[in-house]
């Protein structure tokens, strides 16, 4: 009821009744109309009655009242049926520079942002100088893993981490089992990578989370962290990935230094680990 409160007649492109309407917004009868369903239906759907529903009926009735995604969504929770996957609202597109200020922040650890398929979106310098993220490589996280010979070199947990990242990546590609996208990127992950290949067979799934990670650095030496993913509610499409170090090692101390000036310098040649 307060959904229809809140849509005008005309901004649903009907007359607006003058005197006659005693309360804004439309009414149950011109919502049904306009979302081409019975009138007595419509009522029982607002009174929560055992009816049954299908999801273009829902998206009609999302359509006239001018759901947001996250009410679309929320309106299929209620008539018990699984929501459709979560979209970017227009007011929330342009996130970029404050995530990109979050990521900043969070030096001198390692951070990342990756879009749905595992892009690359945006990266620190600590991760640059640390996990090899650099513009020449593939930007995307999957193809990386398997392919970049910096990143391998350093990474000692890289066989006991494959297949979870394998798994985690299925786990994304199962919220779209039809999108290209995916596919596309696991048909350059096979061509690129037999290992990848064989751990992609398996058909494993996981969700992401958390991952032990340790990497032997030309310069700070040995690290340990623990990989973090993130999802961010008002851009669904957008993955954070921090990089904490581990407790009870010499990790945090020896980014600190790998930071300064000085450390920059010593690590801007070695990088092939």
């Known amino acids: 009821m307060s959904r229809r409160a809140r849509v005008s007649p005309a901004d649903a492109g009907l007359p607006d009744g003058g005197a006659r309407r005693r309360t ?5 009868e011109e919502v049904a109309v306009l979302a081409g369903v019975g009138a007595s239906w419509y009522q029982w759907l607002e009174q929560g009655r055992d ?22 969504r929320h309106l299929y929770v209620l008539a018990g049926l699984n929501p459709p996957p979560p979209e970017t609202a227009e007011a929330d597109q342009d996130m970029c520079e404050g995530l ?3 990521i900043d922040a969070w030096m001198p650890y390692p951070a990342h942002i990756m879009d749905g398929y595992w892009n690359c979106v945006m990266y620190n310098d600590a991760a640059a100088m640390v996990l090899g993220m650099r513009p020449e490589t593939s930007q995307n996280c999957l193809i990386t893993f398997f392919t970049d010979p910096i990143y391998r070199a350093r990474s000692k947990s890289w ?18 089992p039809d ?9 350059e992950a096979k061509a690129a990578s037999p290992e990848f290949t064989e751990l992609w067979e398996r058909r494993d799934i996981a969700p992401g989370g ?17 990989s973090t993913q993130l999802r961010v509610p ?16 010499e990790t945090a101390a020896k980014l600190e230094r790998l930071a300064t000036p000085e450390g920059r310098r010593e690590a801007m040649y070695p990088v092939a680990g």
């Open 24 to 28: 804004p917004g439309l009414r149950r």
């Open 51 to 72: 009816i049954s529903v299908s999801p273009q009926v829902l998206d009609s009735v999302a359509r006239v009242l001018k759901l947001t995604s996250a009410e679309r």
């Open 100 to 102: 990109h200020r979050l």
């Open 159 to 176: 066989e006991q981490n494959a297949h979870q990242v394998v798994a985690q990546f299925r786990a994304a590609c199962s919220e779209c």
């Open 179 to 187: 999108d290209d996208g995916f596919q596309a990127v696991v048909a």
């Open 210 to 226: 958390q991952l032990a990670k340790e990497l032997e650095h030309p310069v700070a030496g040995t690290l340990f962290f623990e």
């Open 234 to 249: 008002a851009r669904p499409d957008l993955t954070i990935v921090l990089h904490t170090p581990q407790p009870d090692t």
